[in-house]
């Protein structure tokens, strides 16, 4: 099945530590994104990438990380510098940007312990 | 910047009535508009999407919405809604070629048997 798959699903973080979240797409699109979901305030981007070895800040980049080696995968870091990491964090990608609709990974929820 | 605004963030429904969710966004040029919804436990998904064309656009499971350039709006409509409708919906425009989604802060509907 084609889709994006974003694990792991539930991630315990000590604080002060860096971790990684993973997503992994086999729709052969070529922009990916990272959100961050809070409640009462949306999906907040914090990176996008267009295509490989390439990546731009969204609104809410700060604490935050991604690389884009494969044109299928898109980690995103969640380092310590990030103050309030503790949220639900969504993967997506599209066709191509703006002009078709995102698809959406099933989300890793990050609590900070 | 671009906006999206979403003026109802709780709305609760008995079966059989009637929907509208408010959606404005603040951009002067061509945007794309679309609405997804969140059931629980599940990932986001699209409802419908509009482009081009009619500004009226129907979407799946019996959901509708209209584009209106001069207010700037895409509100969500249904005729009448089911408990299978609890769920979180989002509106989100983008702009051609910026590959950047921006997302309302969602509705949480529910729906009373």
């Known amino acids: 099945d084609g889709g994006i798959t974003q694990s792991p699903k539930y991630l315990f973080r000590k604080e002060g530590q860096n971790v990684t979240l993973s997503c992994e797409q086999n729709?052969?699109?070529?922009?990916m994104y990272w959100y961050r979901q809070d409640p009462g305030q949306g999906l907040r981007l914090i990176y996008y990438s267009q295509i490989v070895n390439d990546f731009q800040k969204g609104d809410i980049a700060e604490g935050y990380s991604v690389s884009r080696e494969k044109k299928e995968s898109f980690p995103l870091t969640v380092t310590s510098a990030q103050k309030n990491p503790t949220a639900f964090y969504l993967c997506?990608?599209?066709?191509?940007?703006?002009?078709?609709?995102?698809?959406f990974g099933q989300g890793t929820r990050l609590t900070v312990v | 910047a671009q906006s999206v605004s979403q003026h109802n963030h709780h709305v609760i429904l008995s079966e059989a009535a009637s929907l509208e969710l408010g959606c404005n966004y603040s951009?002067?040029?061509?945007?794309?508009l679309f609405w997804y919804v969140q059931y629980p436990g599940q990932h986001l998904q699209l409802l419908l999407k509009y482009f081009s064309g009619d500004p009226l656009v129907k979407g799946i499971k019996g959901f509708e919405a209209e584009f209106i350039k001069s207010k700037f709006s895409f509100n969500l409509r249904k005729p009448s809604v089911q408990w299978s409708d609890t769920a979180e919906y989002f509106c989100a425009v983008s702009v051609s070629g910026t590959y950047k989604y921006i997302f309302g802060t969602g509705t949480r509907l529910k729906v009373l048997a």
């Open positions: 729709l052969n699109h070529d922009a």
């Open positions: 997506a990608s599209s066709m191509t940007g703006g002009t078709t609709e995102a698809f």
């Open positions: 951009y002067g040029g061509t945007v794309n």
